[in-house]
């Protein structure tokens, strides 16, 4: 994929990861594999803001 993520500014982050997550992605794994980012660093940028990744329901909360 040529579209970065917008990885400076977690709110914007967290926006575009859960739009993603709902309309185009089963997993947290399988939008990081596409995107080539490392997953860690995802849910550190989005931790710094209190957001946890659940698996249950494909979302940060």
């Given at each position: 994929?040529?579209i970065?993520?917008p990885?400076?500014?977690?709110?914007?982050?967290?926006s575009?990861?859960?739009?993603?997550?709902?309309d185009?992605?089963?997993?947290l794994?399988?939008l990081?594999?596409?995107?080539?980012v490392d997953?860690e660093?995802?849910?550190e940028?989005?931790?710094?803001?209190?957001?946890?990744y659940?698996?249950e329901?494909n979302q940060?909360i």
């Amino acid at each position: 994929m040529n579209i970065e993520l917008p990885t400076k500014d977690p709110v914007i982050l967290l926006s575009v990861i859960n739009t993603k997550l709902r309309d185009f992605y089963p997993s947290l794994t399988a939008l990081c594999e596409d995107y080539h980012v490392d997953e860690e660093t995802i849910k550190e940028k989005l931790r710094s803001i209190d957001y946890e990744y659940d698996k249950e329901i494909n979302q940060f909360i």
